[in-house]
């Protein structure tokens, strides 16, 4: 007697019966051993089943309950702004990486009488690197566009009602996102390390001193002391290069998941 367990859907039996070419042969058997050892299609089954009762409990969209069709078409165009401002960040982040093999985040003295390392990096990139300035100038760029695609983004939800029940939740997740946006383009703002960095960082430490009772203690935080120094540096490089990224990934994807499940809310 056998003690292999019987399979019950006799997959290989299927498959003979099959005119398969060997490309499918190879990923039907791939995804036949994949499924025994990891139950893959039994959890494919559970995410269906609860996307599906998910939405059950979701109100129909302005034009499945009204039967609208495409009457509102000339509001499309607002409701490409999410899209839009996801597409400069991603822009945003693969160009950034890329400078990031250029960058050095140091304050010392440089070789030259210009500046610090910082910026004579940025100097290299803009002059010397090949493509660099174009480099650098799409990421400047699609930071920007990021951060007026995200505020209209914002102002399209807010008009339009999009904020209002069930939707709560992704309009909070929106409003941290759009703050988390604003500390991407300021911390970002510092990296060169030049003069508008300089009091703009300034800036920023007289705004931390300024927060009733802990306002020295977040100077310290983020900005290494009362004054610019190495450690302000250092400290916006690691929230713009290392902390931001993921925690802001994480939060769009959770944003286009929620949206997801509940479907886009249409203007009336």
Same mark, same amino acid.
């Given at each position: 007697?056998?003690? %292999?367990?019987? =399979? %019950?859907?006799?997959?290989?039996?299927?498959?003979? %019966?099959? =005119?398969?070419?060997?490309?499918?042969?190879?990923?039907?058997?791939?995804?036949?051993?994949?499924?025994?050892?990891?139950?893959?299609?039994?959890?494919?089954?559970?995410?269906?089943?609860?996307?599906?009762?998910?939405?059950?409990?979701?109100?129909?969209? @302005?034009?499945?309950?009204?039967? !609208?069709?495409?009457?509102?078409?000339?509001?499309?165009?607002?409701?490409?702004?999410?899209?839009?401002?996801?597409?400069?960040? +991603? +822009?945003?982040?693969?160009?950034?990486?890329?400078?990031?093999?250029?960058? &050095?985040?140091?304050?010392?003295?440089?070789?030259?009488?210009?500046?610090?390392?910082?910026?004579?990096?940025?100097?290299?990139?803009?002059? =010397?690197?090949?493509?660099?300035?174009?480099?650098?100038?799409?990421?400047?760029? &699609?930071?920007?566009?990021?951060?007026?695609?995200?505020?209209?983004?914002?102002?399209?939800?807010?008009?339009?009602?999009?904020?209002?029940?069930?939707? %709560?939740?992704?309009? !909070?997740?929106?409003?941290? !996102?759009?703050?988390?946006?604003?500390?991407?383009?300021?911390?970002?703002?510092?990296?060169?390390?030049?003069?508008?960095?300089?009091?703009?960082?300034?800036?920023?430490?007289?705004?931390?001193? &300024?927060?009733?009772?802990?306002?020295?203690?977040?100077?310290?935080?983020?900005?290494?002391?009362?004054?610019?120094?190495?450690?302000?540096?250092?400290?916006?490089?690691?929230? @713009?290069?290392?902390?931001?990224?993921? +925690?802001?990934?994480?939060?769009?994807?959770? @944003?286009?998941?929620?949206?997801?499940?509940?479907?886009?809310?249409?203007? @009336?």
């Amino acid at each position: 007697m056998s003690l %292999e367990k019987k =399979d %019950e859907y006799d997959h290989k039996g299927w498959m003979k %019966e099959k =005119d398969l070419s060997p490309v499918e042969t190879a990923f039907l058997t791939t995804l036949i051993w994949l499924d025994k050892r990891l139950r893959i299609v039994d959890y494919l089954e559970l995410m269906e089943n609860l996307y599906y009762k998910v939405n059950l409990q979701m109100p129909k969209s @302005h034009t499945e309950q009204y039967n !609208l069709d495409n009457k509102f078409w000339y509001w499309y165009p607002l409701y490409t702004l999410g899209l839009f401002s996801t597409l400069a960040y +991603v +822009v945003a982040a693969i160009s950034g990486a890329l400078l990031g093999f250029y960058y &050095s985040p140091s304050a010392a003295a440089g070789t030259e009488a210009a500046g610090t390392v910082a910026y004579e990096s940025i100097a290299f990139i803009m002059r =010397d690197l090949q493509f660099g300035y174009m480099l650098r100038s799409i990421h400047r760029w &699609s930071a920007q566009v990021m951060v007026a695609a995200v505020f209209l983004h914002m102002l399209r939800v807010y008009f339009t009602g999009a904020y209002k029940e069930p939707r %709560e939740l992704n309009w !909070l997740i929106g409003i941290v !996102l759009i703050s988390l946006t604003m500390v991407f383009g300021y911390t970002g703002y510092l990296l060169p390390w030049d003069q508008l960095a300089f009091w703009a960082g300034q800036i920023g430490v007289e705004m931390s001193l &300024s927060i009733p009772l802990a306002g020295e203690w977040v100077a310290q935080l983020l900005f290494g002391g009362f004054s610019l120094s190495q450690a302000t540096l250092q400290r916006m490089y690691i929230i @713009h290069v290392f902390l931001l990224p993921f +925690v802001v990934t994480t939060l769009i994807a959770i @944003h286009i998941g929620i949206v997801w499940v509940q479907g886009i809310a249409e203007p @009336h």
